[in-house]
């Protein structure tokens, strides 16, 4: 096998991936939605809470085939570029937060937006959090020590959050000690108000068994690297998911599955779906050579944050650029989709359009050669 085949599965899943990212975070309307493309209330599981899990397990994938490089190059240019992928995909993911960073004054005319009102938090934050430590970790010490640290943190969260949370519900989403600890850091209004009160799903303590996801992911691409796709490295990767999916069953009966809380029993599913999943497609592209349909989401594989960003950036200019009296966003989900669709289906149709056109412009810079790093 040639490391272009090696790559090619993890080149899909990490596009499956932004793929469905897109789809889940782009409806036509936040209101109505297929109950799949949902995050769950609270306590629980659907397909889309598997997504960012899933986003940092391909990063830690990814991890698997630079880190040799680093080792050989040397603990300067380790720091060097650690450092600053790690301030670059935080920055990114404050500033889109902050963006399009004016809005309309009081008297009318346009003022730049707070920054004391900005969230400082995120998706793209955390990934650069949870890449930074594991970077460190995976750098410096053993495969056996990332694994006792994996242990520990999982442990170590489901400890905390029990013994300083609520006495009655340490697990509830203002009682939880996590809450707590990001409201006495950043302040009410630098945390996510998306569910009503300030609480931010990827707050500073539950980065912690976070970083768990990214170091399976790092240790899964690993045995891939050194194993390659055989039969039997594939089963071992399937038994492993297995397990890892029956301790995360076991451990919810006591410390619950919840994707906003990121509990350790959250963490233990999303890599174990995640590595049955790799294994799959290692088995279908790699085994059985099925790759006509793959080239899709190579697309988004290929130039993946660039395109998350494209698609964040993208939604909310088209929610604030007016179209007759609504947002294009609007007129697209409610005039046109809405015109032949119902509201739930036409929200879904958006989606997709949405997904589409993110597509077109990763396949133009594929086709050009473009690939953004940092």
Same mark, same amino acid.
């Given at each position: 096998?040639?490391?272009?085949?090696?790559?090619?599965?993890?080149?899909?899943?990490?596009?499956?991936?932004?793929?469905?990212?897109?789809?889940?975070?782009?409806?036509?309307?936040?209101?109505?939605?297929?109950?799949?493309?949902?995050?769950?209330?609270?306590?629980?599981?659907?397909?889309?809470?598997?997504?960012?899990?899933?986003?940092?397990?391909?990063?830690?994938?990814?991890?698997?085939?630079?880190?040799?490089?680093?080792?050989?190059?040397?603990?300067?240019?380790?720091?060097?570029?650690?450092?600053?992928?790690?301030?670059?995909?935080?920055?990114?993911?404050?500033?889109?937060?902050?963006?399009?960073?004016?809005?309309?004054?009081?008297?009318?005319?346009?003022?730049?937006?707070?920054?004391?009102?900005?969230?400082?938090?995120?998706?793209?934050?955390?990934?650069?959090?949870?890449?930074?430590?594991?970077?460190?970790?995976?750098?410096?010490?053993?495969?056996?020590?990332?694994?006792?640290?994996?242990?520990?943190?999982?442990?170590?969260?489901?400890?905390?959050?029990?013994?300083?949370?609520?006495?009655?519900?340490?697990?509830?989403?203002?009682?939880?000690?996590?809450?707590?600890?990001?409201?006495?850091?950043?302040?009410?209004?630098?945390?996510?108000?998306?569910?009503?009160?300030?609480?931010?799903?990827?707050?500073?303590?539950?980065?912690?068994?976070?970083?768990?996801?990214?170091?399976?992911?790092?240790?899964?691409?690993?045995?891939?690297?050194?194993?390659?796709?055989?039969?039997?490295?594939?089963?071992?990767?399937?038994?492993?998911?297995?397990?890892?999916?029956?301790?995360?069953?076991?451990?919810?009966?006591?410390?619950?599955?919840?994707?906003? *809380?990121?509990?350790?029993? @959250?963490? /233990? $599913?999303?890599? =174990?779906? %995640?590595?049955?999943?790799?294994?799959?497609?290692? &088995? #279908?592209?790699?085994?059985?050579?099925?790759?006509?349909?793959?080239?899709?989401?190579?697309?988004?594989?290929?130039?993946?944050?660039?395109?998350?960003?494209?698609?964040?950036?993208?939604?909310?200019?088209?929610?604030?650029?007016?179209?007759?009296?609504?947002?294009?966003?609007?007129?697209?989900?409610?005039?046109?989709?809405?015109?032949?669709?119902?509201?739930?289906?036409?929200?879904? *149709?958006?989606?997709?359009? @949405?997904? /589409? $056109?993110?597509? =077109?412009? %990763?396949?133009?810079?594929?086709?050009?050669?473009? &690939? #953004?790093?940092?």
């Amino acid at each position: 096998m040639t490391d272009n085949q090696r790559y090619l599965a993890l080149d899909v899943f990490r596009g499956m991936t932004v793929c469905f990212m897109i789809v889940v975070n782009s409806p036509g309307s936040w209101h109505i939605a297929y109950a799949p493309l949902l995050h769950a209330p609270w306590h629980g599981f659907t397909p889309t809470d598997l997504v960012f899990p899933s986003f940092l397990f391909a990063v830690g994938n990814a991890m698997a085939f630079v880190m040799p490089k680093y080792q050989s190059l040397g603990a300067d240019v380790f720091w060097k570029k650690t450092i600053k992928r790690t301030v670059i995909i935080f920055l990114l993911g404050y500033l889109m937060y902050w963006f399009p960073f004016f809005q309309t004054a009081e008297g009318g005319g346009l003022e730049l937006k707070p920054i004391a009102e900005t969230r400082i938090l995120g998706v793209l934050q955390r990934i650069a959090l949870c890449y930074f430590f594991a970077s460190i970790i995976l750098y410096y010490s053993s495969r056996n020590f990332a694994i006792w640290f994996s242990v520990f943190a999982l442990f170590g969260y489901w400890i905390i959050l029990y013994a300083f949370g609520d006495a009655n519900d340490p697990y509830s989403m203002l009682g939880n000690y996590g809450s707590k600890l990001d409201l006495l850091i950043f302040g009410e209004k630098h945390l996510y108000h998306g569910e009503g009160v300030a609480f931010d799903p990827e707050g500073l303590l539950s980065t912690l068994p976070a970083i768990v996801n990214v170091i399976v992911g790092y240790l899964v691409g690993d045995y891939i690297r050194k194993n390659k796709s055989s039969y039997e490295s594939i089963t071992k990767l399937l038994l492993t998911g297995a397990v890892l999916i029956f301790a995360a069953l076991v451990w919810d009966m006591f410390f619950p599955i919840n994707k906003k *809380l990121w509990t350790s029993s @959250f963490v /233990l $599913l999303t890599v =174990g779906l %995640g590595t049955v999943v790799l294994a799959a497609l290692m &088995y #279908v592209v790699d085994i059985k050579k099925s790759r006509r349909w793959t080239y899709f989401f190579e697309v988004f594989g290929r130039n993946p944050l660039f395109i998350y960003l494209l698609s964040e950036v993208g939604l909310i200019l088209l929610l604030i650029v007016p179209s007759r009296e609504h947002s294009i966003r609007t007129w697209l989900y409610e005039d046109f989709f809405g015109s032949f669709a119902s509201p739930i289906f036409a929200s879904f *149709l958006f989606a997709v359009f @949405f997904m /589409l $056109l993110c597509w =077109g412009v %990763g396949y133009l810079l594929d086709k050009k050669k473009i &690939y #953004v790093r940092v």
